[in-house]
């Protein structure tokens, strides 16, 4: 598939793309669950990398490969390579899309902080630079006077986004955990329905979900067993060299040259170290 489509045709990976997380099988309310067949993929944070989107294709494999499955998360929001270039990032959202469409039943994804504020409309600054007002910008020169209709596309799918992956094998999956702060008031049920406008908006459980940065490692402990959970696996936080852990948390990073994903075969259960040593790097596939 080229890097960039035309609107009508972004429009409608985007928008099916939606459709398809929303009728998720898998799907209960905003968690997925995976059984013990076959192998997850897990990412990082992308944020634009084409190049390892299309290593990950690579490794993925679908089309010969009908037991693995891949999540992806926060794709969006690029950091331009000139200052006060746009970002493209939108290419990586609407091949992703596609991807969802080609192999409905093989590729998803999970809600993340910077899509959930590209949905709202809550500018985040980084680096001096509105990073909205840039990826809107982006959007702009890819799709001119039809970029309008190809937002509202991006913010159907970003709607449709569940917010955490549970795996048979005791793995659970999510962008973010909460910060100490929240984690008394996180309120469990958000994973057994879709989240309210309140569940989205500063305060709200969806949002604590997603924008929580400091895990110490007694509230991993404690939100791991808040969720039944033995390893967890997230983003969020930079990562220079790929990945970090923390306990029985591990933090992966997808969106630079040192960037890692990591492959789980569903039917055993992991130890730490195990699943540690199962982390690939992006460079490591050709």
């Excluded at 099988?25 to 299309?54: I, K, W, Y």
């Excluded at 080609?102 to 590209?118: A, G, K, M, T, Y």
């Excluded at 994903?261 to 130890?271: A, K």
């Amino acid at each position: 598939m080229k890097t960039t489509t035309n609107a009508e045709t972004a429009c409608r990976y985007l928008e099916e793309a939606a459709r398809l997380i929303r009728e998720d099988p898998v799907r209960r309310g905003s968690l997925l669950t995976f059984g013990s067949a076959g192998q997850l993929v897990m990412t990082g944070d992308m944020h634009g990398h084409l190049r390892n989107f299309e290593k990950l294709q690579r490794f993925c494999n679908l089309e010969h490969s009908p037991g693995r499955m891949v999540i992806l998360h926060e794709l969006i929001h690029a950091e331009p390579e000139a200052p006060g270039a746009p970002d493209f990032s939108i290419d990586l959202l609407v091949r992703a899309a596609a991807w969802k469409c080609e192999f409905p039943d093989n590729v998803f994804f999970l809600q993340s902080n910077h899509e959930l504020s590209q949905l709202r409309g809550h500018e985040i600054t980084k680096g001096g630079r509105c990073v909205l007002a840039d990826f809107e910008r982006g959007v702009r020169e890819r799709y001119g006077a039809e970029a309008r209709q190809v937002l509202n596309a991006v913010n159907e799918y970003i709607a449709a986004l569940p917010l955490a992956a549970r795996l048979a094998n005791g793995v659970f999956l999510s962008h973010s955990l909460p910060d100490a702060i929240d984690i008394d008031s996180f309120d469990l049920t958000i994973f057994e329905r879709h989240p309210t406008m309140a569940d989205l908006e500063p305060g709200g459980s969806a949002y604590s979900l997603v924008w929580g940065r400091f895990q110490s490692p007694e509230l991993i402990e404690d939100f791991a067993a808040r969720v039944g959970a033995e390893l967890l696996i997230a983003g969020h936080t930079p990562q220079e060299m790929g990945y970090a852990r923390i306990g029985r948390l591990f933090i992966l990073a997808s969106d630079h040259a040192h960037g890692v994903f990591l492959p789980i075969d569903l039917h055993r259960r992991y130890t730490a170290d195990e699943l540690e040593r199962a982390i690939r790097k992006f460079v490591s596939v050709a």
